[in-house]
C-alpha cells in the first residue's frame, strides 16, 4: 500500500487553520512532486505564507504589550481579534511582549490582574483619593496622621462655632430687627471688613517668625481667633456696640488668618517626602473643609433647639483649643529654634543625654504667656542686657577671645548672651552652654 502523509495549511478563514489535507503518494519520485505541487497550487498559498503563518497562534495567546500600575492596581494590555486578522491577511506588523507578532489592523483592551474591589472598599478608596496624599502612608512621615486628625478636630469646632458667631453678628446688626434699613447693615459690614484687612498688613512684619517659631506663632493665632469669636458673641449682648466690637473682633480674627495661612507652607513641607507638597497641601486643606462642613451642619442642627450660646461656645471653644494644642505639638520640624535648641541644651547639661528631634518637638514650649519670666535670653540687644556703660566695660574684657558676651543682669534676674558679628554656629551652640549654666557661675 502506498505510504501517507498529512500536510496543515492556512485557508482563508480562521477555523480552516488547523485542516488537514490527506494525499496519497505513489512511489516514483516525479509523481511525489507533482502531487505535492498541485496540492500547494490548490491552495492558492503564497510562496512564503506557511513561513509567516506559523506566529499567528502565538499572537493571540502571548499577545500582552505592556503592564501599567494606577493608584495601586495592576492592569495588562493584551491584543485582540489577533487570530482572525493574522488568518484573514496573513501579515503581521508590530512585536507584542515576548517577542510574538501582533496582527495588522488588531485592537488591545486592558485587563484588570486583580479582582475587582468591593462597593465598600471602592467607596473607602474614592474617599481615599481626596484626604490623603498618593502613595500614602510612604509619601508623607509617620507624623503626619495624628497631625492631620487634630487638625480636622480643630476645623470640625470651628465651624460650629462660626454658626453660633454668625448668628449673635446678624442679630445684633439689626438684621432680625424691622428699625434697621438695608443701608446702614451694609455700611456697618463694610467697615467691619475693612478693619479686618488692616489687621492682616499690621502682624505681617512678624518675619522671619512665622518659619521657626512657626508652632508657637501657629497655636497663638488659634488663641486669638478664639478671642475674636468670643467679641462677636459679645455683640449680641451689646447692639448698640456693634461697629466697634465687630471692628475689633475682625481685626483679631484677620490677625490669627495670617498667622494661620503664614505657618501652612513650612508646617506641610515637614510632612511631605520628595517632591509633592503641593499635593500635600491640597489634601490637608481638604480634610479641614469637610470637617468644618460637617461641623456647620452639627451646629445648624444644634441651633435649631435654641440651646444657650455662652454654653455652646464654651464646650466648643474648649474643643477647638485642646484640638489646636495637641495638633501643633504633633508637628516634628528637623530644625531648631531657641525653645527646641533650649531643650536640648538642658537635657544634655542635666542627664547627658541629647533627646532626638521627636523629643525635642514633644518638650517644646507651645506657649509662653507673657506675664511669665524667661530666665534667659539668646541673641539679646544691648540696651536689653547692659542698664548701664559701667556694666559693659567691666563684662568686655572677660570674653575677649570669644566671639559672644555673657552677662547677667540682676535688675531682670535675667542672663542674656549677646553675639558679635564674627560668631559662627559653633559660638552660638557655646554661648547657648554659657547661658544655661548658674548665673552664679559666669566668669
Not at 503518494?25 to 510562496?47: C, I, K, N, S, T
Not at 507624623?143 to 470651628?158: N, Q
Amino acid at each position: 500500500m502506498a505510504p501517507a502523509m498529512g500536510l496543515k495549511r492556512p485557508a482563508a478563514a480562521a477555523a480552516a487553520a488547523t485542516a488537514t489535507q490527506t494525499i496519497t503518494l505513489p512511489p516514483q519520485g516525479v509523481a511525489v512532486r507533482d502531487a505535492v505541487r498541485g496540492a500547494v497550487r490548490d491552495a492558492e498559498l503564497p510562496p512564503r505564507a506557511p513561513a509567516m503563518s506559523a506566529p499567528a497562534p502565538a499572537a493571540a495567546v502571548d499577545g500582552v504589550l505592556c503592564f501599567e500600575e494606577v493608584e495601586g492596581r495592576r492592569w495588562s494590555y493584551v491584543v485582540e481579534g489577533a487570530a482572525s486578522s493574522a488568518g484573514k491577511t496573513g501579515r503581521v506588523s508590530a512585536r507584542a511582549r515576548g517577542g510574538s507578532a501582533a496582527p495588522v489592523g488588531a485592537t488591545f483592551r486592558a485587563v484588570p490582574l486583580q479582582s475587582p474591589l468591593p462597593p465598600a472598599e471602592e467607596i473607602m478608596s474614592f474617599i481615599r483619593s481626596y484626604v490623603v496624599p498618593e502613595g500614602f502612608p510612604d509619601s508623607v512621615t509617620p507624623s503626619y496622621v495624628p497631625y492631620m486628625t487634630w487638625r480636622a478636630l480643630k476645623h470640625f469646632f470651628g465651624g460650629a462655632m462660626s454658626v453660633f458667631t454668625t448668628r449673635a453678628l446678624l442679630n445684633s446688626v439689626g438684621v432680625s430687627q424691622s428699625r434697621a434699613t438695608s443701608g446702614a447693615v451694609a455700611i456697618n459690614w463694610i467697615l467691619k471688613d475693612g478693619a479686618g484687612r488692616v489687621g492682616k498688613m499690621l502682624f505681617a512684619r512678624q518675619g522671619k517668625k512665622f518659619d521657626y517659631d512657626l508652632k508657637q506663632l501657629r497655636f497663638s493665632g488659634d488663641l486669638m481667633m478664639e478671642l475674636g469669636a468670643g467679641i462677636e458673641l459679645a455683640t449680641a449682648a451689646f447692639p448698640q456696640l456693634f461697629l466697634p466690637l465687630a471692628c475689633m473682633a475682625n481685626v483679631v480674627k484677620n490677625v490669627a488668618a495670617v498667622t494661620s495661612t503664614s505657618t501652612r507652607t513650612p508646617i506641610y513641607k515637614a510632612y511631605a517626602k520628595g517632591e509633592n507638597i503641593g499635593d500635600v497641601t491640597a489634601k490637608g486643606e481638604s480634610v479641614g473643609n469637610i470637617a468644618d462642613l460637617l461641623g456647620t451642619g452639627m451646629s445648624i442642627l444644634m441651633s435649631k433647639r435654641n440651646p444657650s450660646l455662652v454654653a455652646s461656645f464654651a464646650v466648643l471653644s474648649c474643643g477647638y483649643l485642646l484640638s489646636s494644642y495637641q495638633e501643633v505639638r504633633s508637628v516634628v520640624l528637623n530644625t531648631l529654634n531657641t525653645a527646641r535648641f533650649t531643650v536640648a541644651v538642658d537635657s544634655f547639661i542635666k542627664t547627658g543625654h541629647v533627646p532626638s528631634l521627636k523629643e525635642g518637638n514633644l518638650e517644646e514650649t507651645i506657649f509662653n504667656p507673657p506675664w511669665r519670666h524667661q530666665p534667659v535670653a539668646i541673641g539679646s540687644r544691648f540696651g536689653e542686657a547692659f542698664q548701664e556703660p559701667a556694666s559693659f566695660v567691666a563684662t568686655r574684657p572677660l570674653f575677649e577671645d570669644e566671639r559672644y558676651i555673657v552677662t547677667y543682669n540682676p535688675a531682670k534676674d535675667k542672663v542674656y548672651a549677646l553675639l558679635k558679628d564674627q560668631a559662627k554656629q559653633d559660638d552660638i551652640l557655646k554661648a547657648a552652654f554659657h547661658v544655661s549654666t548658674d548665673p552664679k557661675l559666669l566668669p
